[in-house]
Protein backbone atom coordinates (compact mmCIF):
# COMPACT_ATOMS: atom_id res chain seq x y z
CA UNK A 1 0.00 0.00 0.00
CA UNK A 2 2.67 2.33 0.56
CA UNK A 3 4.14 1.82 -3.12
CA UNK A 4 1.71 2.00 -4.08
CA UNK A 5 0.45 5.27 -2.97
CA UNK A 6 4.06 6.65 -3.15
CA UNK A 7 3.04 5.57 -7.28
CA UNK A 8 -0.02 7.85 -6.99
CA UNK A 9 2.05 10.94 -5.30
CA UNK A 10 4.75 10.66 -8.13
CA UNK A 11 2.24 10.71 -10.88
CA UNK A 12 0.40 13.72 -9.66
CA UNK A 13 2.64 16.32 -10.58
CA UNK A 14 2.81 15.02 -14.20
CA UNK A 15 -1.06 15.15 -13.98
CA UNK A 16 -0.76 18.74 -12.69
CA UNK A 17 2.05 19.73 -15.44
CA UNK A 18 -0.47 18.29 -18.19
CA UNK A 19 -3.41 19.97 -16.84
CA UNK A 20 -1.69 23.50 -16.84
CA UNK A 21 -0.18 22.95 -20.51
CA UNK A 22 -3.83 21.62 -21.73
CA UNK A 23 -5.09 25.11 -19.98
CA UNK A 24 -2.54 27.44 -21.40
CA UNK A 25 -3.15 25.96 -25.30
CA UNK A 26 -7.14 26.77 -24.40
CA UNK A 27 -6.15 30.46 -23.40
CA UNK A 28 -4.60 30.33 -26.42
CA UNK A 29 -6.75 29.30 -28.98
CA UNK A 30 -10.40 29.75 -27.60
CA UNK A 31 -11.74 32.93 -28.10
CA UNK A 32 -13.57 35.36 -29.89
CA UNK A 33 -13.46 35.22 -33.94
CA UNK A 34 -11.61 37.05 -35.15
CA UNK A 35 -8.98 37.68 -32.50
CA UNK A 36 -8.66 41.05 -31.22
CA UNK A 37 -5.50 42.45 -29.55
CA UNK A 38 -5.50 45.02 -27.03
CA UNK A 39 -8.36 44.36 -25.24
CA UNK A 40 -8.92 43.58 -21.74
CA UNK A 41 -9.62 39.87 -22.31
CA UNK A 42 -6.03 39.93 -23.36
CA UNK A 43 -4.82 41.24 -20.47
CA UNK A 44 -6.82 38.29 -18.44
CA UNK A 45 -5.46 35.73 -20.79
CA UNK A 46 -1.80 36.81 -20.86
CA UNK A 47 -2.15 36.88 -16.71
CA UNK A 48 -3.81 33.15 -17.56
CA UNK A 49 -0.99 31.52 -19.37
CA UNK A 50 1.67 33.08 -17.03
CA UNK A 51 -0.11 31.72 -14.65
CA UNK A 52 -0.17 28.10 -16.28
CA UNK A 53 3.31 28.69 -17.26
CA UNK A 54 4.27 29.16 -13.17
CA UNK A 55 1.78 26.15 -12.43
CA UNK A 56 3.25 24.02 -14.87
CA UNK A 57 6.95 24.47 -13.72
CA UNK A 58 6.28 23.63 -10.50
CA UNK A 59 4.75 20.83 -11.54
CA UNK A 60 7.32 19.35 -13.94
CA UNK A 61 10.10 19.94 -11.11
CA UNK A 62 7.96 17.99 -8.41
CA UNK A 63 7.90 15.54 -10.94
CA UNK A 64 11.50 15.27 -11.29
CA UNK A 65 11.59 15.11 -7.52
CA UNK A 66 14.01 16.53 -5.17
CA UNK A 67 13.24 19.02 -1.94
CA UNK A 68 10.86 21.79 -2.11
CA UNK A 69 14.27 24.23 -2.68
CA UNK A 70 15.04 22.38 -4.96
CA UNK A 71 11.85 22.10 -6.50
CA UNK A 72 11.40 25.57 -6.38
CA UNK A 73 14.83 26.59 -7.61
CA UNK A 74 14.38 24.43 -10.80
CA UNK A 75 10.90 25.97 -11.59
CA UNK A 76 12.74 29.85 -11.29
CA UNK A 77 15.23 28.38 -13.71
CA UNK A 78 13.04 27.18 -16.08
CA UNK A 79 11.01 30.53 -15.97
CA UNK A 80 13.48 33.39 -15.04
CA UNK A 81 14.78 33.30 -19.00
CA UNK A 82 11.21 33.35 -20.24
CA UNK A 83 10.29 36.24 -17.75
CA UNK A 84 13.62 38.27 -18.47
CA UNK A 85 13.26 38.06 -23.14
CA UNK A 86 9.67 39.49 -22.58
CA UNK A 87 10.67 42.18 -20.27
CA UNK A 88 13.31 43.22 -22.42
CA UNK A 89 10.70 42.98 -25.18
CA UNK A 90 8.24 45.39 -23.55
CA UNK A 91 10.99 47.36 -22.57
CA UNK A 92 10.70 49.55 -26.11
CA UNK A 93 6.92 49.40 -25.60
CA UNK A 94 7.09 51.41 -22.56
CA UNK A 95 10.21 53.68 -22.57
CA UNK A 96 10.32 54.68 -26.60
CA UNK A 97 6.76 54.28 -27.95
CA UNK A 98 7.23 51.32 -30.21
CA UNK A 99 4.26 49.33 -31.45
CA UNK A 100 4.44 45.44 -31.89
CA UNK A 101 1.29 45.90 -33.92
CA UNK A 102 3.78 46.35 -37.03
CA UNK A 103 5.94 43.74 -36.92
CA UNK A 104 3.07 41.24 -35.55
CA UNK A 105 0.72 41.69 -38.20
CA UNK A 106 -2.18 38.74 -37.73
CA UNK A 107 -2.45 35.96 -40.75
CA UNK A 108 -4.93 37.32 -43.21
CA UNK A 109 -5.34 40.57 -42.10
CA UNK A 110 -6.64 43.03 -44.30
CA UNK A 111 -3.62 45.62 -46.14
CA UNK A 112 -5.63 48.72 -45.64
CA UNK A 113 -5.77 47.85 -41.85
CA UNK A 114 -1.98 47.29 -41.75
CA UNK A 115 -0.94 50.35 -43.29
CA UNK A 116 -2.98 52.29 -41.62
CA UNK A 117 -0.90 50.72 -38.79
CA UNK A 118 2.07 51.40 -40.29
CA UNK A 119 1.88 55.20 -38.69
CA UNK A 120 3.30 56.24 -35.60
CA UNK A 121 0.31 55.26 -33.51
CA UNK A 122 1.47 57.24 -30.39
CA UNK A 123 0.93 60.00 -31.91
CA UNK A 124 -2.34 62.42 -31.94
CA UNK A 125 -4.85 61.62 -34.77
CA UNK A 126 -4.73 64.31 -37.74
CA UNK A 127 -8.17 66.02 -36.30
CA UNK A 128 -9.56 66.93 -40.20
CA UNK A 129 -8.01 63.43 -41.62
CA UNK A 130 -8.25 61.44 -39.05
CA UNK A 131 -5.40 58.82 -40.33
CA UNK A 132 -2.55 59.21 -42.30
CA UNK A 133 -0.08 57.10 -44.11
CA UNK A 134 3.92 57.13 -42.85
CA UNK A 135 5.62 60.47 -44.92
CA UNK A 136 8.61 58.71 -46.85
CA UNK A 137 7.30 54.95 -45.30
CA UNK A 138 7.44 51.50 -46.82
CA UNK A 139 5.07 48.40 -46.04
CA UNK A 140 5.61 44.93 -47.65
CA UNK A 141 3.68 42.07 -46.98
CA UNK A 142 0.82 39.79 -48.26
CA UNK A 143 -2.54 39.54 -47.93
CA UNK A 144 -5.90 37.93 -48.54
CA UNK A 145 -7.90 39.58 -50.42
CA UNK A 146 -10.88 41.48 -48.40
CA UNK A 147 -13.54 39.48 -48.96
CA UNK A 148 -11.95 36.59 -46.82
CA UNK A 149 -11.85 38.82 -43.61
CA UNK A 150 -15.41 40.10 -44.70
CA UNK A 151 -17.34 37.91 -45.95
CA UNK A 152 -15.74 34.35 -45.16
CA UNK A 153 -14.69 33.57 -48.40
CA UNK A 154 -11.96 30.52 -48.43
CA UNK A 155 -8.61 31.67 -48.58
CA UNK A 156 -7.14 31.63 -52.20
CA UNK A 157 -4.12 33.69 -53.63
CA UNK A 158 -1.95 35.34 -51.07
CA UNK A 159 -1.50 39.02 -52.51
CA UNK A 160 1.92 40.50 -51.96
CA UNK A 161 2.52 44.38 -51.50
CA UNK A 162 4.86 46.76 -51.27
CA UNK A 163 3.84 49.76 -50.74
CA UNK A 164 6.10 52.92 -50.51
CA UNK A 165 5.12 56.49 -49.43
CA UNK A 166 6.49 60.17 -50.33
CA UNK A 167 7.03 62.80 -47.90
CA UNK A 168 3.48 64.03 -47.48
CA UNK A 169 2.69 60.14 -47.18
CA UNK A 170 1.16 59.18 -50.41
CA UNK A 171 2.21 56.82 -53.28
CA UNK A 172 3.76 58.58 -55.75
CA UNK A 173 7.43 57.20 -57.14
CA UNK A 174 9.20 60.31 -56.76
CA UNK A 175 8.59 63.44 -55.11
CA UNK A 176 6.45 65.96 -56.75
CA UNK A 177 7.19 69.92 -56.86
CA UNK A 178 4.28 70.23 -58.70
CA UNK A 179 2.15 68.81 -60.70
CA UNK A 180 -0.75 69.40 -64.07
CA UNK A 181 -3.03 67.15 -62.81
CA UNK A 182 -4.08 65.73 -59.10
CA UNK A 183 -6.24 62.56 -58.32
CA UNK A 184 -7.48 62.74 -55.05
CA UNK A 185 -9.60 59.78 -53.58
CA UNK A 186 -9.75 56.75 -51.57
CA UNK A 187 -8.74 52.91 -51.36
CA UNK A 188 -9.20 52.57 -55.45
CA UNK A 189 -6.45 55.31 -56.30
CA UNK A 190 -4.42 54.40 -52.90
CA UNK A 191 -4.65 50.48 -54.76
CA UNK A 192 -2.09 48.66 -52.52
CA UNK A 193 -2.53 45.71 -53.97
CA UNK A 194 -1.12 46.96 -57.16
CA UNK A 195 2.38 47.94 -58.39
CA UNK A 196 3.43 51.51 -58.27
CA UNK A 197 4.10 51.73 -62.00
CA UNK A 198 0.76 49.71 -62.75
CA UNK A 199 -1.06 52.48 -60.57
CA UNK A 200 -3.62 54.72 -63.15
CA UNK A 201 -1.71 58.05 -62.22
CA UNK A 202 1.69 56.49 -63.02
CA UNK A 203 0.04 55.31 -66.34
CA UNK A 204 -1.62 58.88 -66.79
CA UNK A 205 1.78 60.34 -66.28
CA UNK A 206 3.58 58.13 -68.50
CA UNK A 207 1.10 58.38 -71.62
CA UNK A 208 0.78 62.32 -71.46
CA UNK A 209 4.04 62.80 -70.65
CA UNK A 210 3.02 65.11 -67.44
CA UNK A 211 3.20 65.03 -63.74
CA UNK A 212 0.30 63.78 -62.32
CA UNK A 213 0.14 63.24 -58.38
CA UNK A 214 -1.88 60.46 -56.44
CA UNK A 215 -3.72 61.81 -53.54
CA UNK A 216 -5.38 58.74 -52.42
CA UNK A 217 -5.67 57.06 -49.07
CA UNK A 218 -7.48 54.21 -48.02
CA UNK A 219 -10.51 54.75 -45.35
CA UNK A 220 -11.14 58.68 -46.71
CA UNK A 221 -14.01 59.94 -47.34
CA UNK A 222 -15.21 63.24 -48.70
CA UNK A 223 -14.93 65.61 -46.28
CA UNK A 224 -11.17 64.39 -45.76
CA UNK A 225 -10.48 64.20 -49.61
CA UNK A 226 -11.30 68.23 -49.39
CA UNK A 227 -8.81 68.94 -46.75
CA UNK A 228 -6.28 66.66 -49.28
CA UNK A 229 -7.10 69.09 -51.61
CA UNK A 230 -6.05 71.79 -49.76
CA UNK A 231 -3.66 70.95 -47.88
CA UNK A 232 -1.59 68.85 -50.77
CA UNK A 233 -3.45 68.97 -53.89
CA UNK A 234 -3.89 73.14 -55.00
CA UNK A 235 -0.07 73.49 -53.30
CA UNK A 236 1.00 71.38 -56.39
CA UNK A 237 -0.67 74.12 -58.40
CA UNK A 238 -2.46 71.63 -60.73
CA UNK A 239 -4.63 72.62 -63.72
CA UNK A 240 -7.03 69.44 -63.63
CA UNK A 241 -8.72 67.93 -60.30
CA UNK A 242 -9.42 64.12 -60.62
CA UNK A 243 -11.77 63.86 -57.49
CA UNK A 244 -12.89 59.98 -57.40
CA UNK A 245 -16.47 59.03 -55.82
CA UNK A 246 -16.56 55.62 -54.83
CA UNK A 247 -19.99 53.92 -54.63
CA UNK A 248 -19.53 51.57 -52.17
CA UNK A 249 -19.16 53.19 -48.83
CA UNK A 250 -18.11 57.21 -50.30
CA UNK A 251 -21.50 57.95 -49.05
CA UNK A 252 -21.84 56.50 -45.97
CA UNK A 253 -18.12 58.32 -44.84
CA UNK A 254 -19.72 61.45 -45.97
CA UNK A 255 -22.58 60.61 -43.59
CA UNK A 256 -20.74 59.52 -40.72
CA UNK A 257 -17.91 61.57 -40.79
CA UNK A 258 -18.37 63.93 -37.88
CA UNK A 259 -19.41 61.08 -35.69
CA UNK A 260 -15.71 59.97 -36.41
CA UNK A 261 -14.45 63.18 -35.43
CA UNK A 262 -15.94 63.09 -32.36
CA UNK A 263 -14.70 59.49 -31.90
CA UNK A 264 -11.01 60.25 -32.34
CA UNK A 265 -9.94 61.09 -28.80
CA UNK A 266 -11.57 58.01 -27.35
CA UNK A 267 -10.32 55.74 -30.41
CA UNK A 268 -6.34 57.35 -29.69
CA UNK A 269 -6.65 56.58 -26.25
CA UNK A 270 -7.44 52.91 -26.77
CA UNK A 271 -5.06 52.48 -29.72
CA UNK A 272 -1.81 54.01 -28.15
CA UNK A 273 -2.25 52.08 -24.32
CA UNK A 274 0.60 49.58 -23.52
CA UNK A 275 -1.54 46.59 -24.16
CA UNK A 276 -2.71 47.01 -27.60
CA UNK A 277 1.22 47.63 -28.33
CA UNK A 278 2.45 45.19 -26.17
CA UNK A 279 4.56 41.99 -27.47
CA UNK A 280 2.55 40.02 -25.49
CA UNK A 281 -1.18 40.75 -26.90
CA UNK A 282 0.86 41.07 -30.34
CA UNK A 283 2.63 37.77 -30.50
CA UNK A 284 -0.73 36.14 -29.07
CA UNK A 285 -2.95 37.76 -31.22
CA UNK A 286 -0.63 36.39 -33.96
CA UNK A 287 -0.18 32.75 -32.90
CA UNK A 288 -3.82 32.84 -32.41
CA UNK A 289 -4.49 34.01 -36.08
CA UNK A 290 -2.40 31.58 -37.97
CA UNK A 291 -3.98 28.73 -35.27
CA UNK A 292 -6.99 29.46 -37.02
CA UNK A 293 -8.79 27.19 -39.29
CA UNK A 294 -8.96 28.80 -42.23
CA UNK A 295 -12.60 27.57 -44.30
CA UNK A 296 -12.31 24.80 -46.77
CA UNK A 297 -15.29 26.70 -48.29
CA UNK A 298 -17.47 29.69 -48.41
CA UNK A 299 -19.06 30.76 -45.68
CA UNK A 300 -23.24 31.39 -46.31
CA UNK A 301 -23.19 35.15 -46.15
CA UNK A 302 -19.76 34.76 -49.06
CA UNK A 303 -22.32 32.91 -51.18
CA UNK A 304 -24.63 35.33 -50.86
CA UNK A 305 -22.41 38.22 -52.12
CA UNK A 306 -21.17 36.46 -54.65
CA UNK A 307 -21.85 34.89 -57.87
CA UNK A 308 -20.00 33.19 -60.64
CA UNK A 309 -18.82 34.39 -64.47
CA UNK A 310 -20.59 33.54 -67.13
CA UNK A 311 -18.93 34.03 -70.27
CA UNK A 312 -15.43 35.56 -71.88
CA UNK A 313 -11.91 34.70 -70.67
CA UNK A 314 -13.41 34.83 -67.17
CA UNK A 315 -15.88 32.11 -67.30
CA UNK A 316 -16.25 29.84 -64.03
CA UNK A 317 -14.57 32.42 -61.82
CA UNK A 318 -16.31 33.16 -58.72
CA UNK A 319 -16.68 37.04 -58.02
CA UNK A 320 -17.67 38.24 -54.19
CA UNK A 321 -18.98 41.65 -53.79
CA UNK A 322 -17.97 43.74 -50.90
CA UNK A 323 -21.34 45.93 -50.66
CA UNK A 324 -25.04 44.34 -51.20
CA UNK A 325 -26.68 46.76 -53.80
CA UNK A 326 -30.41 48.06 -52.65
CA UNK A 327 -32.25 51.57 -52.93
CA UNK A 328 -30.68 54.50 -50.96
CA UNK A 329 -31.42 54.53 -47.44
CA UNK A 330 -31.94 57.48 -45.21
CA UNK A 331 -27.84 57.77 -44.19
CA UNK A 332 -26.82 57.18 -48.18
CA UNK A 333 -29.27 60.28 -48.87
CA UNK A 334 -27.53 62.24 -46.15
CA UNK A 335 -24.22 61.33 -46.99
CA UNK A 336 -24.92 62.69 -50.50
CA UNK A 337 -26.24 65.98 -49.07
CA UNK A 338 -22.65 66.62 -47.28
CA UNK A 339 -20.77 65.72 -50.74
CA UNK A 340 -22.77 68.21 -52.62
CA UNK A 341 -21.53 70.70 -50.05
CA UNK A 342 -18.17 69.60 -50.00
CA UNK A 343 -17.80 69.51 -54.02
CA UNK A 344 -19.16 72.59 -53.92
CA UNK A 345 -16.72 73.83 -51.46
CA UNK A 346 -13.87 71.83 -53.65
CA UNK A 347 -14.78 73.46 -57.18
CA UNK A 348 -14.73 76.89 -55.13
CA UNK A 349 -11.49 76.24 -54.26
CA UNK A 350 -9.99 75.25 -57.24
CA UNK A 351 -11.77 78.23 -59.19
CA UNK A 352 -9.85 80.23 -57.10
CA UNK A 353 -6.88 78.53 -57.48
CA UNK A 354 -7.13 78.05 -61.38
CA UNK A 355 -7.71 74.27 -61.57
CA UNK A 356 -10.58 72.81 -63.40
CA UNK A 357 -12.44 70.25 -61.00
CA UNK A 358 -13.89 66.94 -62.76
CA UNK A 359 -16.17 64.36 -61.10
CA UNK A 360 -15.22 60.79 -61.34
CA UNK A 361 -17.56 57.93 -60.36
CA UNK A 362 -16.20 54.79 -59.52
CA UNK A 363 -19.34 52.36 -59.56
CA UNK A 364 -19.27 48.91 -57.00
CA UNK A 365 -17.97 45.55 -58.49
CA UNK A 366 -21.76 44.23 -58.08
CA UNK A 367 -22.71 47.32 -60.73
CA UNK A 368 -20.05 46.25 -63.22
CA UNK A 369 -20.44 42.41 -63.23
CA UNK A 370 -23.98 42.14 -62.31
CA UNK A 371 -25.06 41.20 -65.56
CA UNK A 372 -22.31 39.33 -66.42
CA UNK A 373 -22.45 36.32 -63.31
CA UNK A 374 -25.10 33.81 -62.70
CA UNK A 375 -25.92 33.07 -59.24
CA UNK A 376 -26.73 30.30 -56.85
CA UNK A 377 -30.39 29.02 -56.20
CA UNK A 378 -31.18 31.45 -52.97
CA UNK A 379 -28.22 33.26 -52.99
CA UNK A 380 -29.61 36.82 -51.81
CA UNK A 381 -27.34 38.81 -54.71
CA UNK A 382 -29.43 37.44 -57.15
CA UNK A 383 -32.12 39.67 -55.68
CA UNK A 384 -30.29 42.68 -55.45
CA UNK A 385 -31.06 45.83 -57.12
CA UNK A 386 -28.79 48.71 -58.59
CA UNK A 387 -29.61 51.93 -56.58
CA UNK A 388 -29.99 55.16 -58.08
CA UNK A 389 -27.22 56.37 -57.49
CA UNK A 390 -25.63 57.52 -61.38
CA UNK A 391 -28.74 59.70 -61.70
CA UNK A 392 -28.88 61.53 -58.43
CA UNK A 393 -24.55 61.94 -58.90
CA UNK A 394 -25.60 63.47 -62.83
CA UNK A 395 -28.20 65.75 -61.28
CA UNK A 396 -25.89 66.98 -58.56
CA UNK A 397 -23.14 67.52 -60.88
CA UNK A 398 -25.32 69.53 -62.98
CA UNK A 399 -26.72 71.69 -59.96
CA UNK A 400 -22.59 72.43 -58.94
CA UNK A 401 -22.11 73.02 -62.84
CA UNK A 402 -18.94 70.27 -62.00
CA UNK A 403 -18.49 68.05 -65.14
CA UNK A 404 -18.01 64.33 -64.30
CA UNK A 405 -16.91 61.38 -65.73
CA UNK A 406 -18.93 57.90 -65.11
CA UNK A 407 -16.91 54.64 -65.37
CA UNK A 408 -19.69 51.96 -65.44
CA UNK A 409 -20.18 52.02 -68.91
CA UNK A 410 -16.58 51.67 -69.76
CA UNK A 411 -16.06 49.09 -67.26
CA UNK A 412 -18.65 46.98 -67.85
CA UNK A 413 -17.87 47.06 -71.61
CA UNK A 414 -14.50 45.86 -70.72
CA UNK A 415 -15.55 43.49 -68.35
CA UNK A 416 -17.58 41.79 -70.68
CA UNK A 417 -14.78 41.60 -73.44
CA UNK A 418 -11.72 41.57 -71.66
CA UNK A 419 -9.52 40.10 -68.24
CA UNK A 420 -11.41 40.51 -64.73
CA UNK A 421 -10.83 44.10 -63.90
CA UNK A 422 -11.15 43.22 -60.38
CA UNK A 423 -9.72 40.54 -57.89
CA UNK A 424 -12.06 38.00 -57.55
CA UNK A 425 -12.03 37.99 -53.73
CA UNK A 426 -10.91 41.77 -53.28
CA UNK A 427 -13.26 44.69 -54.01
CA UNK A 428 -10.52 46.67 -55.69
CA UNK A 429 -9.46 47.12 -58.75
CA UNK A 430 -6.32 45.17 -60.44
CA UNK A 431 -4.03 46.51 -62.63
CA UNK A 432 -6.12 45.48 -65.80
CA UNK A 433 -8.77 48.15 -64.54
CA UNK A 434 -5.76 50.68 -63.97
CA UNK A 435 -4.84 50.70 -67.16
CA UNK A 436 -8.36 50.99 -68.30
CA UNK A 437 -8.86 54.40 -66.17
CA UNK A 438 -5.81 55.81 -67.09
CA UNK A 439 -6.87 55.16 -70.83
CA UNK A 440 -10.98 57.12 -70.22
CA UNK A 441 -9.01 59.58 -67.65
CA UNK A 442 -5.48 60.28 -69.75
CA UNK A 443 -8.06 60.93 -72.96
CA UNK A 444 -10.14 63.14 -71.16
CA UNK A 445 -7.14 65.09 -69.37
CA UNK A 446 -5.28 65.47 -73.17
CA UNK A 447 -8.80 67.14 -74.36
CA UNK A 448 -8.86 69.40 -71.40
CA UNK A 449 -5.35 70.83 -71.17
CA UNK A 450 -4.84 71.86 -75.03
Same mark, same amino acid.
Given at each position: ??????? /?????????????????????????????????????????????????????????????????? =???????? +???? *????????? &???????? +??????????? =???????? @?????????????????? @???????????????????????? /??? @??????????? $?? !??????????????????????? /??????????? %????????????? #??????????????????? &??? %??? *? !???????? =??????????????????????????? /???????????? =????????????????? @??????????????????????????????????????? #????????? $????????????????????? *?? !???????????????????????????????????????????????????????????????
Amino acid at each position: MVVAGSR /RSRFVPWLAAAAALLAMAALVVVGEEPPERGTARDGWRLAGLWGGAIVFSLAFAAAVGGGRRRVVG =RAGAMLAP +VGVT *LLLLELPVL &FAGHDWRR +VLPPAGDDVFV =RLRRAADL @TRDGDPVLLHTRPPSGRV @TGTTFGDCVSWLGAPPGEAYPYDV /RYD @TRGYRNARELA $KA !DIVVIGDSFIEAALVATDDLLTE /RMGRSLGRDVA %NLGVGGYGPQQEL #EVLRRHGLPLAPRLVYWCL &FEG %NDL *L !DAARYEER =RAQLAQSHAKQSGFLIRSFGANALAAL /RGALRPRPAGDA =RRALDHSGVVASGPAAG @TRLYFPYPAGPLGETARAGLERIEETLAAAREQCRAAGA #ELVAVFIPE $KFRVYRDLCRFDAGSAAASWT *LS !DLPERWGALLGRLGVPGIDLTEPLRRSAASGPLLHFADDGHWNAAAHAQVAARLGADAAARLR
